[in-house]
């Protein structure tokens, strides 16, 4: 695979600016924004951001500049390229080792920036490539936000058996801590997934990240446009929408191996181990009412938002998300007739590999069996 060798060769840091002089989002040393006019007055938080080698990701830090600026944040962050791995498990477990340097060397920087780092990902192949490196000693402080593959759902996994492979994959080494988020192509148009969880992490910034950095959490966030409105007007849609928040996380897009297998319903809520932490935040200008529910925080933004989280039930999640999804995607591979076997066996092809299932033996014992074992 020479051509991984040439590609990786330029994936150290993210560009800086092109040759006539306009300047990208993301700079050399992994995404400082330009102080400006419009900027020099942004808070510097110790929430950082790390986008790993994942196109979602990428999609995400492009937001991150302009998200940060409406919250009055200006957010330091670190990154490495985006590789086309052609979907295929076998080229993630290749290229790990020559990966693991760039993003030792990228968590390593943000540390010396940063106290907590947010890494934003989807369940493509930048996942398990982030997951097999095994940079945890590098920042111990980087909290995984998870969205699965829109294409996963009960009824895609036949369709889109690539993406069903990754994603059955990817959950069996989820590891806390996480905060694990809906793909919400649905509620706010595929445009806007990016952005929205680029808001969502500038928002976050501002609550107290530590109590986040142990098991596995989903979330909600929503905004309050202020407008002209007076500080006590602000209290009736704070409280109406911290009270309606609902949790970004569905049984029908982390679980539909569970479902296809019957041994859920795509109904079914997930379970919660607590009710949710809620804060509110607001300008600085604005006196709140008493929210005996809501943790008030004050911070330089323009609008209003309620965020809000919830600790998942580990328990439920290790059982018919990563387990179910292990499971799924070993039997549909073992089976000639499934389409994610013949994917995974023109993936072994491409390696000089004859025998399919022995090279998905070794691969399951190598990367997936002793994860699952940490249950």
Known sequence: ???LYSTLDSLTNWPKSNDDGENEEIQADGGEMEIGPEN???NETNVGQFYISNTFASATGEYR????ERVGLRIPSEGVKDVDLGRNLLRVED????MKPRIEEGLLALSRKADHALVPCSLGTGYPLYKLCDVDLAFEGTIDVVVPSHKTSPSGLYK???N???AGAGVAMMDAPSILV???AQEVGMEDVAPELAKTLAVIAHTDVANRGFGMWTMALESIPRGDRADMDLNPPIQRAANSLEPWFSATQWAPWAIE???IEADEPVPTLAEADRFAIVPQDVELGQHEDLRVIKAPVENAYTVAFWPLDVNWINEHVRRAGADYVDAEIRDPSSPLHQVWKSHTATFGTTDSIDRWEQFWADHIDPRLEDE
């Open 40 to 42: 020099e007055l942004l």
């Open 160 to 162: 889109y058996p690539q």
């Open 182 to 184: 809906d793909h919400r």
């Open 164 to 166: 069903a492979i990754l």
């Open 261 to 263: 297998n019957g041994d």
């Open 1 to 3: 695979m020479n051509y």
């Open 95 to 98: 290229v790990a080792p020559m």
């Open 65 to 68: 500049g302009a998200a940060g």
